[in-house]
């Protein structure tokens, strides 16, 4: 058993899928599955439950999976701590934030952090709120960027920035000439929305309710993307965010104002409630602090424990 079986374990119990992990890691099939396989002869069980052609994870192997995870954060923060202590302005930090702030607000805090420390690096990574809260939980990325705030207890989030959301419709659509309009105006529309992990689609369901009722969800995606070209397409309406949308507005599209009040989500930088682990991580969270949070008006505000 290696760190490189492990990592690639804990990938498998993610998917689940053999085929998809593989290609993920650059290896082979016969490959990652011959790792398993000394994984399962190591400790004297099977770690998956074989179904159907597709694996599942069975106790045995979610024990192995909690240590791993735990494990390979040790490793990996033991890394970072020496590369810090070598070379204190050197190092990486790991980031998992919603996809659509990698439109915006990701890469403009890195460009600003980079000007002042260029030796360090970033890995990046766009995910669905719930992830995001899962990857800093379990130690797999060092800070994260998420709305709406985590309802968890061993997270810290701090608002950083609030982002208005607009209505994006087809040219064609009735509306397509106004400049605002109410949500309550496109109950009897379809939309096109993110699915329900997404904090995106929350907060569409929340301005639906407020607005007196459910939306019609003809197409659910997993991407904002993909929503806004869906839209062009003309199949349905939906709700995204403003500078994301205002910055790259696709072809056959219009981007309109909501009136409601609650056409709007903060945005924070949530970290592990613990310290972070390395100097590095550490000092692009103080940039960020002292960037965002003390230049930030309106509802953001201090850290807050879930």
């Not at 087809?170 to 699915?195: N, Q, Y």
């Not at 659910?220 to 070209?229: C, L």
């Not at 909501?258 to 949530?270: F, K, P, V």
């Amino acid at each position: 058993m290696n760190l490189q079986e492990l990592r690639w374990f804990v990938a498998l119990t993610e998917s689940e899928n053999i085929t998809a992990v593989a290609a993920e890691m650059h290896v082979t099939q016969p490959t990652l599955s011959r790792a398993i396989a000394r994984l399962e002869t190591g400790f004297g069980v099977r770690l998956f439950d074989r179904r159907h052609n597709r694996l599942h994870l069975n106790r045995y192997g979610e024990i192995l999976r909690a240590h791993a995870l735990r494990a390979l954060s040790e490793v990996d923060s033991a890394h970072n701590r020496i590369s810090t202590l070598a070379d204190p302005n050197e190092g990486t930090v790991s980031l998992c934030f919603l996809h659509s702030l990698g439109e915006w607000l990701v890469p403009e805090l890195i460009s600003r952090y980079r000007a002042e420390h260029p030796k360090v690096r970033f890995e990046l990574r766009g995910a669905a709120a719930d992830s995001v809260a899962d990857d800093i939980r379990v130690g797999r990325s060092d800070l994260g960027f998420v709305a709406p705030e985590p309802s968890v207890d061993d997270l810290v989030w701090t608002p950083v920035a609030t982002e208005p959301v607009r209505l994006l419709v087809p040219v064609r659509h009735r509306l397509a000439r106004r400049k605002t309009v109410s949500f309550a105006e496109v109950a009897e529309d379809d939309f096109v929305a993110l699915t329900p992990e997404y904090g995106l689609r929350q907060l569409t369901d929340r301005l639906a309710r407020a607005a007196g009722f459910a939306p019609r969800i003809a197409f659910s995606v997993t991407e904002v993307g993909t929503m806004r070209a869906m839209i062009a397409a003309g199949v349905g309406v939906g709700v995204v965010p403003a500078p994301s949308a205002a910055a790259d507005p696709p072809d056959g599209t219009t981007l309109i104002e909501l009136r409601d009040r609650d056409a709007w989500r903060t945005i924070g930088m949530i970290r592990a409630d613990r310290p972070l682990t390395s100097s590095v991580a550490e000092g692009f969270h103080r940039f960020v602090l002292e960037t965002l949070v003390e230049n930030t008006t309106g509802p953001a505000g201090p850290p807050r424990r879930g």
